[in-house]
């Protein structure tokens, strides 16, 4: 696990979070807050915070939040982003598979593209029940497997070194069954919707150049290839054809491509 937990490490912390989440992601933390119900008073954990796209935005409700993350390289960017909101985030260096938190501490856990990413789904499904308190409210976004997300990762993962084992497709979290098959034995309702948002580029090229200078998972392929020109070239052009495959503006160059995701709503059995 440690190894693992190393290699996840050092791959976010390549690029620049911070840019790439404000450019394509960050409007995701309202919209999950808001479905969440997050209210003054509650304490709240966001789990694969990252720089705080949701943390901030619950801590501006007037709640008590914790930003949990595998990559606490990105936490001084969001401790700046929460201190430019006028708000106070704890961060808390953390692994969804095992959660350095009592159980039923928090009324609200949240995690927007981040838990899905876990290698163990079972167990960090598993550390977000137990630290979520009987009748609290357990917030997922993730990305579908049909969706422009779904595509961008297959392309991704077809230039990446083979994983240290065999961990189901982060994609599984954006389906319903498989999301059912997770938590549905801990909760006493679990709403699932999908639903889309937009990620904008003034063009193609600037659409590449952020995934290839601020996304690190891009940056890690990117330099695990920089011996093997062809088949980097290979790799370059695979993700300008995903984007001219779903880009719906096309005006002047411009891109809007539109992300689908499921949106996870799971009361906690109990109180």
Not at 44 to 54: M, Q
Not at 62 to 72: L, R
Not at 110 to 121: E, K, Q
Not at 175 to 183: G, M
Request: with cysteine.
């Amino acid at each position: 696990m440690a190894t693992v937990n190393a290699s996840a490490r050092a791959i976010w912390a390549l690029g620049d979070y911070h840019r790439f989440a404000t450019e394509t992601v960050w409007e995701l933390g309202s919209v999950l807050v808001t479905a969440c119900g997050v209210s003054a008073g509650q304490r709240v954990l966001d789990v694969a915070a990252g720089t705080g796209n949701v943390a901030i935005r619950a801590a501006q409700t007037g709640a008590s939040v914790v930003a949990s993350d595998v990559t606490p390289e990105n936490f001084d960017a969001g401790r700046r982003a929460a201190r430019a909101a006028g708000v106070d985030v704890e961060w808390i260096e953390g692994d969804a598979q095992a959660l350095p938190f009592a159980n039923d501490e928090f009324d609200v856990v949240t995690s927007c593209f981040g838990v899905m990413f876990a290698p163990d789904h079972g167990t960090a499904a598993s550390e977000l029940l137990r630290v979520c308190r009987p009748g609290g409210v357990i917030g997922l976004i993730n990305f579908t497997p049909d969706g422009a997300g779904g595509d961008f990762f297959r392309v991704l993962s077809a230039y990446a070194p083979p994983a240290p084992s065999a961990a189901p497709s982060p994609l599984l979290w954006g389906t319903e069954d498989h999301v059912k098959n997770l938590v549905g034995h801990g909760v006493q309702a679990l709403e699932m919707t999908r639903h889309e948002y937009d990620e904008t580029a003034a063009s193609s090229r600037a659409y590449f150049e952020l995934f290839r200078d601020s996304f690190g998972p891009m940056v890690a392929i990117r330099a695990g290839l920089r011996d093997q020109a062809a088949r980097l070239a290979e790799l370059d052009a695979a993700f300008m054809k995903f984007i001219a495959r779903w880009n719906r503006d096309a005006s002047e160059g411009h891109v809007r491509i539109p992300y689908e995701y499921l949106l996870v709503l799971a009361h906690k059995l109990g109180a």
